[in-house]
């Protein structure tokens, strides 16, 4: 019998397993192909360039800016600066039209404009088996060798800071989605408030990356997407063979997001959280990075610490209940999409 995978990512297992054995090495390859780190880095002798590609599945809602955004901030999450954007564009066979594909290359656009990168290619045609369209994403960034940050740098000690809140990205998805539910249970206004989450309170994450990064040297970035801040946690701890506690009162959350976990029965911690960016960095630097966030009119709020790799992964309930950090075969939203 056949054991079929659940939708999103590939379970870590399964990926390293697979990575392990079909992997090419390269001596230019800084940063490889690895669990938790968000891009590649190729070292072209003065600079590292960096390589991120990443597909729009869950909603066919501004794809094209969608995907820019998603793939910048992989870049952004290993300290780098988005420099160019290819897409592949897969238009349904069914309702494919000339005004969706334009929509799609003016989406792309804006969104290159926004975070200062330009559309140098790609492929787009209609394919058969699609319900909707689906963007994939590839992008180049660049860094500086001594400004490079990877998922696999905290350590023992660092702060772990959080900027904006969780399940941003999953909020817009289910407010577009699953509007007949949400206008029914919660009203228009609260629907139309949350279907703009990807714009506000955003899921960009460049300017957060640049403005943490701008006064000390940060341990480690990540940026949680599938699976949500639990996962992410997971994949920075992975990558850096460390453990870490996390105060769940002191995860920041929007009011929005918290309804509609609640409406559809699904965890915040493990909803899409595109639009945060986790930052690993020594104690002493915490107050300069917060001041740098503050800035540029990010918030930021300190929710936990790194800790030694035998003390594992916790979560901190209350002043003394502690559970392992859940962790998510499946991003949660996929229980309702």
Not at 74 to 82: F, K, L, N, Q, V
Not at 200 to 229: F, Q
Not at 305 to 315: D, F, M, S, V, Y
Request: net charge negative; glycine share 8%.
């Amino acid at each position: 019998m056949t054991n079929h995978l659940p939708l999103g990512k590939l379970k870590p297992d399964l990926l390293a397993d697979l990575l392990s054995r079909h992997g090419i090495d390269d001596p230019r390859v800084k940063i490889g192909p690895g669990f938790g780190e968000d891009a590649a880095a190729i070292d072209m002798g003065d600079r590292y360039l960096l390589m991120a590609a990443d597909p729009i599945t869950f909603t066919p809602e501004r794809i094209g800016w969608y995907a820019v955004h998603v793939n910048a901030n992989d870049i952004a999450a290993m300290g780098g600066t988005p420099q160019f954007f290819l897409s592949t564009i897969l238009l349904p066979e069914d309702g494919a039209t000339a005004d969706m594909a334009d929509r799609i290359f003016a989406d792309i656009k804006e969104a290159c404009r926004e975070v200062g990168c330009v559309p140098v290619g790609g492929h787009t045609e209609i394919t058969c088996g699609l319900d909707r369209p689906i963007v994939s994403g590839a992008i180049l960034g660049e860094v500086a060798h001594d400004h490079l940050i990877t998922s696999s740098g905290a350590q023992p000690g660092d702060e772990l800071i959080l900027t904006k809140g969780i399940a941003i990205e999953a909020t817009a998805i289910l407010a577009r989605e699953k509007t007949d539910v949400v206008i029914a249970e919660l009203g228009k206004e609260f629907q139309m408030k949350a279907s703009r989450f990807i714009q506000d309170p955003g899921i960009s994450v460049v300017a957060a990356s640049r403005a943490a990064c701008r006064e000390v040297k940060v341990h480690a970035l990540h940026d949680p997407t599938e699976g949500g801040l639990a996962n992410a946690l997971w994949e920075l701890a992975q990558a850096s063979e460390v453990g870490l506690v996390v105060h769940e009162s002191e995860i920041p959350r929007y009011a929005e997001s918290a309804r509609l976990a609640e409406l559809f029965e699904i965890n915040l911690l493990g909803m899409i959280a595109s639009g945060a960016l986790l930052i690993a960095s020594a104690a002493s630097d915490t107050s300069q990075i917060l001041q740098s966030l503050s800035e540029v009119e990010i918030e930021g709020k300190v929710i936990g610490h790194i800790l030694e790799k035998q003390q594992g992964l916790q979560l901190l309930r209350g002043e003394q209940s502690t559970v392992e950090l859940p962790r998510f075969d499946a991003d949660e939203i996929t229980q309702i999409l």
